[in-house]
Every structure is written in structure tokens, then in C-alpha cells.
């Protein structure tokens, strides 16, 4: 069975500043996807970014980046210039690819994400 | 458009009741997950509908749960002889067939007294 482990429980950042969160998975398929979810208090799941596995270009969304390393089964999210409403519990997610189907999330046990001012 | 939604937001009941959460997807997604979330925890996953049909129960964790997705659109995740310990966050989430990324809801939060 795959899992998702996110070793960090609580994270915190100044405003402006980079953090990096980090998450580690295992799995024995070679095609999958990768995932990073925010859930304010609000307990919306938002997609922040996701990966491709068969992709070794590291996926980009605007202020938010991953170090996908495959071999290492590890997947960080990077967020630079962090922001106030960037604060929330970052969830790291695994997908396994199918063909002509769809497949549930497993998720981590997510990190907590405290922005300074 | 509109996005996933949930009913009711918050429930609470009492041990040994009968309780119903409604989900509503995204108009044209054909996959439908449902969820739990547990205090201090990361969803985990209860069951998938393709359609009209649930193609992975799997993590349903009781026969007490049961869900149905009748018109395959709206869903109702049903819980039998409530207890304490199904007290959660139940989220659902959407799809469109063979897309890899999933949307999700604001969630339902139970409490079981």
C-alpha cells in the first residue's frame, strides 16, 4: 500500500521569506501523481500544485515550486515572498496513474504553516 | 462555475442516531470520492462513485456506512447506529472521468454526543 508521510508537523516563516515543506512517500508503481493541498481554517482543500511523475521537470505555480526527486520518493514545496493568507495545513497527496479510470488521493498527515508579520 | 457543496456545513447528533451528508459535485464530473478527516489527521479515503456505480469502497469501515449516488450526480453518504468515534470532517470531492485532479467541498463536520 502506498504512503504519504509528512515529517514536519508545524512549520513558520516571516513574512516575505521562503520556507520549504517537506514529503517523503512509498510506492512500488513507476506511474503516479503528486500532489499539495491547502486547507485554510475554513477546511477548504485547495490545490496549491501538482506533478506528474513521468515528468522530471519540477512543477511551477507562480510563488509555489517542488524538488521532485523520484529515485529519493521525496516531493517538497517550496513557497517564496510567503504572504499572510498563505498560513494554513499543507497536505502532500499520491495518486496512482490509471488507465482509463480514476483513483482516490492517500494523503499525509499534513503541516502546519504559520506566517509572521 | 459552482463548486463542490456540502449539507449540511455542521451536524451534530446523538450515539445511536441515524445521519445523512449530502454532497453536490461539480456539474459534469463523473467521479465522486468521499472522505474522512479526523482531528489532527489527513483525509482517508471512504469510497469512489463512477457514475451511478461505487467503483471502490474499500474504505468504507463499517457495513454501519453506505453511501449512493443514484442519478450520478448528488451523493449521500448514509451512517447507521451513529458512535462517537465517527466524529469527523467528512469532505467529498470531484472529478472529471480521467482527470487526475480532484476538487473538493468545504466538508460536513459530525459530532457524535
Known amino acids: 500500500a502506498q504512503t504519504v508521510t509528512q515529517s514536519q508537523p508545524e512549520m513558520s516563516v516571516q513574512e516575505a521569506e521562503t520556507v520549504t515543506l517537506s514529503c517523503t512517500y512509498d510506492?512500488?508503481?513507476?506511474?503516479?501523481?503528486l500532489f499539495w493541498y491547502k486547507q485554510p481554517p475554513s477546511r477548504q482543500m485547495i490545490l496549491v500544485i501538482r506533478?506528474?511523475?513521468?515528468?522530471?521537470q519540477n512543477a511551477t505555480e507562480n510563488r509555489f515550486s517542488v524538488n521532485f526527486q523520484k529515485a529519493a520518493k521525496s516531493f517538497s514545496l517550496k513557497i517564496s515572498d510567503s504572504q499572510l493568507g498563505d498560513a494554513a495545513m499543507y497536505f502532500c497527496?499520491?495518486?496512482?496513474?490509471?488507465?482509463?479510470?480514476?483513483?482516490?488521493?492517500?494523503f499525509g498527515k499534513g503541516t502546519k504553516l504559520t506566517v509572521n508579520p | 462555475g459552482a463548486g463542490v457543496s456540502q449539507t449540511p456545513s455542521n451536524k451534530v447528533t446523538e450515539k445511536g442516531k441515524y445521519v445523512e451528508l449530502r454532497c453536490d459535485p461539480i456539474?459534469?464530473?463523473?467521479?465522486l470520492y468521499w472522505y474522512r478527516q479526523s482531528l489532527g489527521q489527513g483525509p482517508e479515503f471512504l469510497i469512489y462513485f463512477q457514475g451511478t456505480g461505487a467503483a471502490d469502497d474499500s474504505g468504507l469501515p463499517n457495513d454501519r456506512f453506505f453511501a449512493v449516488r443514484p442519478e450520478g450526480s448528488v451523493s449521500t453518504l448514509k451512517i447507521q447506529r451513529t458512535e462517537r468515534g465517527d466524529s469527523a470532517v467528512y469532505l467529498c470531492a470531484s472529478s472529471l472521468y480521467r482527470e487526475e485532479t480532484q476538487y473538493f467541498g468545504p466538508g460536513t463536520r459530525l459530532l457524535v454526543l
Open positions: 510506492t512500488s508503481e513507476s506511474d503516479y501523481y
Open positions: 456539474s459534469g464530473h463523473t467521479a
Open positions: 497527496a499520491y495518486r496512482r496513474r490509471v488507465q482509463g479510470g480514476s483513483e482516490k488521493l492517500v
Open positions: 506533478q506528474e511523475a513521468y515528468k522530471q
